[in-house]
């Protein structure tokens, strides 16, 4: 091994408009939600990342803004997403090493990604250190990181609903056949959540409230086997505009995320009607495959079944499929004929 070599380290990372996850060396090193706060006067000065950057969202003062680079899977705003990147990079490695390692990149992308926004993904990572930067497409990471074999002539659908979008491919012979995203994911579940508490019980409650009560009570059916207790949640009572606690039953949420559930079915009817026959002859036998942070919905692999009637998979651990994918493509970057540059 020469000196060039033992200094470039490589590194495999889902950009995601919710979550962005970095593996280094075999491991996740970094799991942090796309999210920095900024210096308001100055935005080249980051003051928080990740988790820290969180805490303030929605408690800001006219000091700090945190912004969220990604939206809708693509990158919106150039200079905080080159900052994200460059720090999480640098969480990595918390003492500064004498030499600055060179970086050798596999990073995902939304498959639907344009010219010039490439070039904004490829251009934040050089910026942020990268030397070499290699992408995939999001769909095929999943699929890797899935464990699917991808390189067979058998066709798989892979569903993705992560924070912005949700992706439904049907993948086979190391390409994407075909490929529909809808804007309709966590996000929007969270959306669907603040719009039913402060419709049904007058109560204004902020993002990081309804994503708990989604995480802890959110479901896509109304009779689950397994159903989780009731939540207590805080909020501003819209009449009076003092603060109320209101018990949540799983049953309103999942009357509240009914309709975006509804339209992610009917995309996924529309995406196997336009399936080639055979390849969704394979889907058919095979079933299909739930990733992103979404598939954590309760009783969705079910509602999915009972709707499309095939059989559901839920991928290992959701939140990760994507970054395992990109870290087996990072080992296999150069044999991989799906690996662009
Ligand atoms: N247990 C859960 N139940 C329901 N939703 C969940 C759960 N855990 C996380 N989520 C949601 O999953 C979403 C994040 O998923 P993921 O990390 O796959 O998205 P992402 O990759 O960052 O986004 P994208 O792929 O759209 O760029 C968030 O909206 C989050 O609220
Ligand atoms: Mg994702």
Redesign the pocket.
């Known amino acids: 091994m020469g000196m060039f070599s033992f200094f470039t380290q490589e590194i495999a990372m889902?950009?995601?408009?919710?979550?962005?996850?970095i593996i280094h060396g075999d491991e996740i090193v970094v799991n942090e939600p796309?999210i920095v706060a900024l210096n308001r006067n100055n935005l080249k000065e980051v003051l928080a990342v990740g988790k820290k950057a969180l805490l303030m969202h929605e408690k800001t003062h006219e000091s700090i803004r945190t912004v969220r680079p990604?939206k809708?899977?693509v990158i919106a705003d150039f200079n905080a997403a080159e900052i994200m990147i460059r720090e999480m990079i640098k969480m990595i490695y918390p003492k500064k090493p004498l030499i600055p390692p060179s970086w050798r990149m596999v990073i995902c992308i939304?498959s639907s990604i344009t010219e010039v926004e490439k070039r904004a993904v490829r251009d934040s990572a050089e910026q942020a250190g990268a030397k070499e930067v290699y992408m995939i497409h999001?769909p095929m990471a999943a699929a890797l990181g899935i464990g699917i074999d991808v390189e067979e002539p058998v066709g798989n659908m892979i569903i993705?609903?992560?924070?912005?979008?949700?992706?439904i491919t049907v993948i086979a012979l190391a390409g994407i056949v075909c490929d529909q995203s809808i804007r309709i994911?966590?996000?929007e579940?969270?959306m669907d959540i603040m719009e039913a508490l402060r419709r049904y019980h007058s109560l204004l409650i902020g993002e990081r409230t309804a994503?708990q009560i989604?995480?802890h009570v959110?479901a896509a059916m109304k009779d689950l086997d397994a159903p989780p207790e009731d939540m207590a949640v805080n909020g501003r009572d819209l009449v009076t505009g003092i603060p109320k606690q209101i018990m949540v039953t799983y049953q309103e949420i999942a009357e509240a995320l009914d309709k975006s559930i509804f339209k992610i079915e009917e995309a996924i009817l529309k995406a196997l009607e336009t399936t080639p026959p055979e390849l969704a002859a394979d889907i058919y036998r095979r079933g299909l495959y739930l990733?992103?942070?979404?598939?954590?919905?309760?009783g969705l692999d079910k509602r999915l079944s009972a709707k499309i009637k095939l059989p559901v998979h839920i991928a290992e651990d959701?939140?990760k499929s994507?970054v395992r994918g990109t870290g087996l493509a990072l080992k296999n970057y150069q044999h991989y004929p799906f690996i662009m540059k």
């Open positions: 889902d950009l995601g408009t919710a979550n962005t996850l796309s990604l809708d899977g939304p999001e993705d609903i992560g924070g912005g979008t949700t992706g994911a966590g996000d579940f969270t994503e989604k995480i959110g990733t992103g942070g979404g598939a954590l919905l309760r959701p939140l994507v």
